[in-house]
């Protein structure tokens, strides 16, 4: 665990030095440890060392960390594809969804989400590397579902998202980047103002938060390398 605490020190030193490197205040960036696949001691060691806000990508194992680390004030977000037959259990268990795609996952989101609880936040995950990548919403579509989700009572539409494809390159992965913080600009001309830009991962953070990311997503270098997943959604 003492690792874990070392790691996650480290992941705020990069975080700050990005955030200073691009004129940006270090606050500005919020961090996201993405916990999949790890068991609930070692999520629990994350919060002792200070960290409140946990991703998941797994419906079932995320329903379950929820559970079992209830009453800590923990903020839980899901970052995972949403299928259909499963968003009522996201839509209790979870306080942001980052992975929305479709207008009919969203709405149904918004029809299963408890009225005596805060509106679930969302992010629109935007496909920003054209046929490289499969999932989010095209680009020139992003607008049209933008719109229409924040008309969702139950859903609060926070910003946008995005996982750029890996092998791309420094250059590759900076335009990926600059893509969604240009959709951010062009919706806040349309009246549209979200105050969230999640983008950035392990080994991209840095590049992420140059291009504005506002909340960035750690999993490997906080908790180390995942074991393959061996179960479904
Ligand atoms: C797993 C995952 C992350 C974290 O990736 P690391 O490379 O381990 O930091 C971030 N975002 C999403 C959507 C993920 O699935």
């Known amino acids: 665990m003492a690792s874990i605490i070392t790691n996650l020190r480290a ?10 490197a691009a004129g ?11 916990s999949k696949t790890w068991p609930v001691a070692q999520v629990h060691a994350v919060f002792e060392a200070g960290q409140r806000a946990f991703g998941e990508n797994y419906v ?26 499963k968003t009522r259990l996201v839509a209790d268990a979870f306080d942001w969804v980052h992975s929305i795609e479709r207008l009919k996952t969203a709405e149904r989101l918004s029809a299963q989400r408890d009225a005596a609880r805060p509106p679930l936040q969302v992010c629109l995950q935007v496909n920003v ?3 490289a ?48 913080r240009q959709l951010r600009e062009r919706l ?36 180390g390398e995942r074991q393959k997943p061996n179960h479904s959604a």
């Open 133 to 180: 990548s499969k999932s989010g919403v095209a680009p020139e579509e992003a607008p049209a579902l933008a719109h229409a989700v924040t008309t969702l009572p139950r859903l609060r539409l926070r910003g946008l998202m995005c996982i750029p494809e890996p092998d791309g390159g420094q250059d590759t992965l900076r335009r990926r980047f600059a893509l969604l």
């Open 60 to 85: 079932q194992e995320g329903v379950k960390k929820v559970a079992a680390l209830a009453g800590l004030g923990l903020e839980w977000h899901f970052i995972g594809p949403v299928q259909s037959n």
């Open 24 to 34: 940006r205040d270090p606050a500005s960036v919020s961090l996201l440890a993405v």
């Open 188 to 223: 806040a001309s349309e009246g549209l103002a979200l105050d969230t830009l999640s983008m950035g991962m392990s080994h991209d953070l840095e590049a992420a938060i140059a291009e504005g990311a506002t909340l960035v997503r750690v999993g490997t270098a906080i908790f």
């Open 11 to 20: 992941v705020h030193a990069r975080i700050a030095a990005a955030a200073q």
């Open 129 to 131: 590397s054209g046929e």
